[in-house]
């Protein structure tokens, strides 16, 4: 337990090592602070972290632990990009 004294200005000083931090603080009841070193996310990301994205991003994880990794070949990889956009072309174009 550390005792801090409010300075005149109303802030107090946590200490170096949370410089820079954010931190949220809360007030259950008068006079008892709960300060939390928290990490905040951008309104723009906030959709990664709600669903469907969520359980999407999970099961891709998952899949990435269980699938071992492997050497791609790239000549092999292009050939068969290019080859599907040109089926998908064909395929706009016949309807």
Known sequence: MNTKTVGASGQISLGKQYAGRTVVVESPEEG?????????IPDNEMWLHREPALSKMAKGL?????????????????????????????DDSSQ
């Open 32 to 40: 008892v602070w709960v300060i939390r070193t928290a990490q905040v």
């Open 62 to 90: 998952a899949w990435a632990d269980a699938a071992p990794a492997s050497v791609t070949d790239l000549d092999q990889f292009e050939a068969d990009i290019l080859r599907r956009w040109e089926a998908s072309r064909e």
